[in-house]
Structure formats: C-alpha cells, structure tokens
Nanobody, 123 residues
Framework: QVQLVESGGGLVQVGGSMRLSCAAS????????MGWFRQAPGKEREFVAA????????YYADSVKGRFTISRDNALNTAYLQMNSLKPEDTGVYYC????????????????WGQGTQVTVSS
C-alpha cells in the first residue's frame, strides 16, 4: 500500500515563496516518475509538475512554468515543489503522485490520492 504524505503548505502573500514536500512509502520509488497536482475551490484537479525517475527530466503546466521547480531525492523517496512568485490563482490543495504518467488526455496518477496540503496565496 503506497502512502503519500504532503506537507509544507500554508498561507503566503502574493509574490512569496513556499516549498512543498511529498514523502512516499510502500514501495521503491526510484523507478517511477513523481509529480504534483492541485485543486482550486470549485475546480477540477489539474496537473502542475512532474519529474522523471532517472535523468530528472521535468515537465510543468504552462501556468507555473518559470515560477515552480520540481525536484526529488530518490534516497529519501521524497519529491519537492519549490514555488516562487506565488499568485492568488495558485491557491488550492496540492497533491503529489509517486507514479505519474503522461496520457493522451494529460498527466495522470496511478496512485491513490494523499490528504494533500493547502496552499493559500493572499492578496
């Protein structure tokens, strides 16, 4: 049973920064791509970023490109999301995936969702 624990969320002002962490357990994660999704109030969950398991290729939603940076530490089974220049539209619950894959309809996760971590950007 895969367990995902997201942390690092909170309240930040516009233009601020925040770093999210995702600790994964239950299997070996070094062979899987990891990633982040988010869900804003009243909206569907959307893809944010992904990182491959080997060479660390990264992928971003257009809305966060240039502001967010995804990274991972395979030894710790942990993924990170560094968020800079935060905007009110970045507000939402952020969820990680320890097995994220591209598909014809966009990125999807093969994991169950964790509890997520709330990010609120105030203006």
């Amino acid at each position: 049973q895969v367990q995902l624990v997201e942390s690092g969320g909170g309240l930040v002002q516009v233009g601020g920064s925040m770093r999210l962490s995702c600790a994964a357990s239950g299997r070996t994660f070094s062979a899987y791509a990891m990633g982040w999704f988010r869900q804003a109030p009243g909206k569907e969950r959307e893809f944010v970023a992904a990182i491959s398991w080997s060479v660390g290729n990264t992928y971003y939603a257009d809305s966060v490109k240039g502001r967010f940076t995804i990274s991972r530490d395979n030894a710790l089974n942990t993924a990170y999301l560094q968020m800079n220049s935060l905007k009110p539209e970045d507000t939402g619950v952020y969820y990680c995936s320890a097995d994220i894959r591209p598909s014809s309809s966009g990125w999807r996760t093969l994991d169950d969702w964790g509890q997520g971590t709330q990010v609120t950007v105030s203006s």
